[in-house]
Each structure stands twice: as structure tokens, then as C-alpha cells.
């Protein structure tokens, strides 16, 4: 069963996380704030409500009329019982009584000098309830404030981070298509310094230690064929003067073969080295495809569906096309059909098809796909296609038709299919692209 991902951006998850223990701070203020400020002010209604009896107690006791004032009462029956244990003590206090309705009610009390009990409830509410709401309503504003705060502060420095996280993975991708000018700390700029420009810097290093890889192994490659050259001409030059022969033939075309080898890993070490130019021509591309194949293959099955003028290098052309029929010849089942529509080349076998190694990471020199082609070939003739495709400015590109029995809705049925995309505008002698006019 596949597993569901969830993709987020690193901008929104700094927001969600900040945005988080901003509320949470909020929150935990919001109730400090609350209850202390509600403290203070149910001690401050306490220590009125003692005064008011105190008051009221010197007025009793020095009044002939013995009536309680100030709203006070002679032996409350419903006085709390914290407050009945200190009065029994001799002893004045005061009580909050929290109740069920939410608004506490604020007790106080006095033993007389009779030994009666004086004492004083009232309810609070009033100017201090009011407060108190004002108070827990900017709570309220103020966390929220400080949520949406957090939110865009998060969205500001995450979004800084996702740029830049964005553009290193850019050029670490351009790198990947084997653009190895590319720098990923130039990508990214900025100023400040972070991570970023840590992994930036780990990439470049990994990037130039492989091209320094790379480039050794193409001029050993390079070496090592060029060397070559000579004691293979030479063995070819002997194998002529020998009698004819099944095991003459057989040398002969062993050394040919080497010969042929040796003529790959050299194009194939030029192409790598970036150092090739296309010369171009004008052409008619229907016209130079049935030409050139009727001398490669005159068995090859050409159909020209839409004729196309273009300006590429006829003879990297043929060399594509040749290869791709050779791999065709090789791998695949006849009838062997190209097709030419504008500047798309296709070229089509009904045998087994591309591999899937190569179909999933493309050419590969020295890989054939199948253990069963050993001796076959060497894996060097799509990978030079693809590299005269490049100097080209083209594309080429790799797929499978559908089985037998599983037609396409274009009708294919089974057979390898190489597409070759010519670009509308090909490169100059000197590798760049032409400058297009600015339309008036």
C-alpha cells in the first residue's frame, strides 16, 4: 500500500511553529497575567471590606442605638465557617467565598466586645468585574496579535530560507544535467551567512572533486585509445598480408572491431570534453534522412510527414542516425521505420525494446543492458548519439512501444522508439545560441 506524503514547504512549517509557541507563550501569559491581576484585586476588595467593618464596628460599639450599619449583620447565621473558627478565637478575618455562579463573594468579620459577631458580605463585582473583563479582553487581542505576529514573522524568515533553499536545489539540478560551470553559492546570494551556505559550499566541493574525477578518467580513456591507435593499425596492416582463410578473417575482423572500439572511446572522450562545435548547414531534414539512409540501410522503411528546413551539422546528423540504426539492427526485430515530422526524427524497431536501466538513467557507455549480448557490442553507440545529439543542441530521448496485444492509441504495438528533437534554433560555431531579434 502506498504511503500517503504530506508535502509542505519549509515557509509554512517555520510559520506553524512559530505561529505554535507564539500562542502557547500568549496562552501561558494570558493566564499569569489573569490570575495575578485577580489576586491583587480580591485582596485589595478584602482589606476594603475589613475597613468597612471596622468602621462599622467603632460606629456600634460607640453608638447608643445598637442598629449595624453599612449593611453589616449582628450573627450572620450563613457566615462561613473558617470565619466562625477565628470569631470563636477572638480573632478578625476575612474569606472569599468562590460560590457556584462564578462571581466570588467577599466575607468579613469582627468579634465584638458582647461577643457578638459583626460582620459583612458583598458580592465581587462592580468596577473590579469590570476591569477585570477589560483585562481579559486585550489578553485576548494581545495573544491574538501576537499569533498573526508570529505568523508573518515566520512566513518572512521562512520564505527567505525557502528562496534560497529553492535556489540550491535549482542549481544543484543544473549541476545534475551536467552543468558543471554552475556554482550553488553564487545561486543562492544573500548576506547573511546560515546552513545554507554550509551545504552550498559542500556542494560546490562534491561538484568539483567529481569533475576532477571525471576529467581523469577521460584522459586516461583518452590515453589509452590514442595509444592504442597505433598497434591496431599495425595489426590491421598484418592481418592483410596473411593467406587467405577462415582464421585470416577471423583476425581480420577482431582487429577491425578493436579498430572500431578504439575510433568510439576516442569521439566519445572529445564528446565529453565539451570541446566540440556543430558546423552548420541548411538542410532539408525529410529530404537528407531519406538520402542518407537509403545509403546506410536500403531496408530501412523512411516516411516523411512533414518537411522541415533546419540548421544543423549534416555530418554529426548522420553519425546519429547511423548509430540508431545500428543499435536497431543489432537489438531489435525488422521492419525498422523512420519517421520525419518537422524536426523530429523517430526511429522505431518491433524488437524487444530499450532496456530498463536506460530507459530509467539513459545511455551508458561499456552497457549493453543484456547479459546475452556479450560480444555483441560495447554500449558506446547510443552514448555517442546522445553526445553528437547534445553538440547539436538537440534532444534525444528513449521509450518502449506497448506490448503486443496492447496497442497505444497511436496504434504502436511493441519495438524500441528513439525520438530525436532538433532545436528551432541551433547553436553557433562557437557553442552559444544565436541572439533573436526583440519583435518591433
Same mark, same amino acid.
Request: net charge positive; aromatic share 4%; with cysteine.
Given at each position: 500500500?502506498?504511503?500517503?506524503?504530506?508535502?509542505?514547504?519549509?515557509?509554512?512549517?517555520?510559520s506553524?511553529a512559530?505561529?505554535?509557541?507564539?500562542?502557547?507563550?500568549?496562552?501561558?501569559?494570558?493566564?499569569?497575567?489573569?490570575?495575578?491581576?485577580?489576586?491583587?484585586?480580591?485582596?485589595?476588595a478584602?482589606?476594603?471590606?475589613?475597613?468597612?467593618?471596622?468602621?462599622?464596628?467603632?460606629?456600634y460599639?460607640?453608638?447608643?442605638?445598637?442598629?449595624?450599619?453599612?449593611?453589616?449583620?449582628?450573627?450572620?447565621p450563613?457566615?462561613?465557617?473558617?470565619?466562625?473558627?477565628?470569631?470563636?478565637?477572638?480573632?478578625?478575618?476575612?474569606?472569599?467565598?468562590?460560590?457556584?455562579?462564578? /462571581?466570588?463573594?467577599?466575607? *468579613? !468579620?469582627?468579634? +465584638?466586645?458582647? @461577643?457578638?459577631?459583626?460582620? $459583612?458580605?458583598?458580592?465581587? %463585582?462592580?468596577?473590579?468585574?469590570?476591569?477585570?473583563?477589560?483585562?481579559?479582553?486585550?489578553?485576548?487581542?494581545?495573544?491574538?496579535?501576537?499569533?498573526?505576529?508570529?505568523?508573518?514573522?515566520?512566513?518572512?524568515?521562512?520564505?527567505?530560507?525557502?528562496?534560497?533553499?529553492?535556489?540550491?536545489?535549482?542549481?544543484?539540478?543544473?549541476?545534475?544535467?551536467?552543468?558543471?560551470?554552475?556554482?550553488?553559492?553564487?545561486a543562492?546570494?544573500?548576506?547573511?551567512?546560515?546552513?545554507?551556505?554550509?551545504?552550498?559550499?559542500?556542494?560546490?566541493?562534491?561538484?568539483?572533486?567529481?569533475?576532477?574525477?571525471?576529467?581523469a578518467?577521460?584522459?586516461?580513456?583518452?590515453?589509452?585509445?590514442?595509444?592504442?591507435?597505433?598497434?591496431? /593499425?599495425?595489426?590491421?596492416? *598484418? !592481418?592483410?598480408? +596473411?593467406?587467405? @582463410?577462415?582464421?585470416?578473417? $577471423?583476425?581480420?575482423?577482431? %582487429?577491425?572491431?578493436?579498430?572500431?572500439?578504439?575510433?568510439?572511446?576516442?569521439?566519445?572522450?572529445?564528446?565529453?570534453?565539451?570541446?566540440?562545435?556543430?558546423?552548420?548547414?541548411?538542410?532539408?531534414?525529410?529530404?537528407?534522412?531519406?538520402?542518407?539512409?537509403?545509403?546506410?540501410?536500403?531496408?530501412?522503411v523512411?516516411?516523411?510527414?512533414?518537411?522541415?528546413?533546419?540548421?544543423?551539422?549534416?555530418?554529426?546528423?548522420?553519425?546519429?542516425?547511423?548509430?540508431?540504426?545500428?543499435?536497431?539492427?543489432?537489438?531489435?526485430?525488422?521492419?525498422?521505420?523512420?519517421?520525419?515530422?518537422?524536426?523530429?526524427?523517430?526511429?522505431?524497431?518491433?524488437?524487444?525494446?530499450?532496456?530498463?536501466?536506460?530507459?530509467?538513467?539513459g545511455?551508458?557507455?561499456?552497457?549493453?543492458?543484456?547479459?546475452?549480448?556479450? @560480444?555483441?557490442?560495447?554500449? $558506446?553507440?547510443?552514448?555517442? %548519439?546522445?553526445?553528437?545529439?547534445?553538440?547539436?543542441?538537440?534532444?534525444?530521448?528513449?521509450?518502449?512501444?506497448?506490448?503486443?496485444?496492447?496497442?497505444?492509441?497511436?496504434?504502436?504495438?511493441?519495438?524500441?522508439?528513439?525520438?530525436?528533437?532538433?532545436?528551432?534554433?541551433?547553436?553557433?560555431n562557437?557553442?552559444?545560441?544565436?541572439?533573436?531579434?526583440?519583435?518591433?
Amino acid at each position: 500500500m502506498k504511503r500517503l506524503v504530506l508535502r509542505t514547504g519549509v515557509r509554512w512549517k517555520i510559520s506553524i511553529a512559530i505561529a505554535g509557541v507564539g500562542a502557547l507563550i500568549a496562552m501561558a501569559l494570558s493566564l499569569v497575567v489573569h490570575n495575578a491581576a485577580r489576586v491583587s484585586m480580591l485582596d485589595n476588595a478584602r482589606d476594603v471590606q475589613m475597613d468597612r467593618v471596622l468602621l462599622a464596628q467603632r460606629w456600634y460599639e460607640t453608638s447608643k442605638n445598637k442598629d449595624p450599619r453599612f449593611n453589616t449583620k449582628i450573627n450572620d447565621p450563613a457566615l462561613p465557617r473558617s470565619l466562625q473558627k477565628l470569631m470563636r478565637e477572638k480573632r478578625r478575618g476575612t474569606y472569599v467565598d468562590e460560590g457556584n455562579g462564578g /462571581t466570588p463573594d467577599i466575607w *468579613a !468579620a469582627v468579634p +465584638l466586645s458582647n @461577643g457578638d459577631v459583626l460582620s $459583612l458580605h458583598t458580592q465581587f %463585582a462592580g468596577r473590579s468585574a469590570t476591569v477585570m473583563k477589560d483585562l481579559d479582553r486585550a489578553l485576548i487581542i494581545g495573544s491574538v496579535s501576537v499569533v498573526f505576529g508570529g505568523c508573518a514573522l515566520g512566513v518572512l524568515i521562512g520564505g527567505q530560507l525557502s528562496r534560497r533553499l529553492r535556489k540550491a536545489a535549482a542549481a544543484a539540478g543544473n549541476v545534475a544535467q551536467g552543468n558543471t560551470e554552475v556554482r550553488v553559492r553564487d545561486a543562492i546570494g544573500g548576506v547573511v551567512r546560515d546552513e545554507t551556505d554550509d551545504l552550498a559550499r559542500a556542494v560546490d566541493a562534491l561538484t568539483d572533486a567529481l569533475n576532477e574525477r571525471i576529467e581523469a578518467e577521460r584522459r586516461v580513456t583518452a590515453d589509452i585509445a590514442h595509444e592504442l591507435r597505433t598497434p591496431v /593499425t599495425g595489426l590491421l596492416t *598484418a !592481418a592483410e598480408l +596473411l593467406p587467405p @582463410g577462415r582464421p585470416t578473417e $577471423l583476425v581480420r575482423d577482431r %582487429a577491425q572491431a578493436m579498430r572500431t572500439l578504439v575510433e568510439d572511446v576516442l569521439e566519445v572522450a572529445r564528446l565529453d570534453s565539451a570541446s566540440e562545435r556543430a558546423e552548420l548547414q541548411e538542410i532539408s531534414l525529410g529530404e537528407f534522412v531519406s538520402r542518407r539512409i537509403t545509403l546506410l540501410n536500403p531496408d530501412v522503411v523512411v516516411r516523411v510527414v512533414h518537411e522541415s528546413w533546419v540548421s544543423t551539422d549534416p555530418r554529426r546528423l548522420e553519425r546519429i542516425l547511423f548509430n540508431l540504426l545500428t543499435n536497431a539492427a543489432k537489438y531489435g526485430k525488422p521492419p525498422v521505420e523512420v519517421t520525419v515530422e518537422g524536426r523530429v526524427v523517430r526511429v522505431r524497431d518491433h524488437g524487444p525494446g530499450f532496456p530498463e536501466a536506460l530507459l530509467r538513467e539513459g545511455p551508458s557507455r561499456f552497457r549493453t543492458g543484456a547479459s546475452d549480448r556479450a @560480444g555483441t557490442g560495447h554500449g $558506446l553507440g547510443l552514448t555517442i %548519439a546522445a553526445g553528437q545529439a547534445r553538440v547539436l543542441g538537440a534532444r534525444l530521448t528513449f521509450r518502449n512501444a506497448a506490448p503486443e496485444g496492447m496497442a497505444t492509441p497511436l496504434g504502436e504495438s511493441g519495438g524500441a522508439i528513439a525520438v530525436l528533437w532538433l532545436p528551432e534554433h541551433a547553436p553557433t560555431n562557437t557553442g552559444s545560441f544565436p541572439m533573436m531579434p526583440l519583435p518591433d
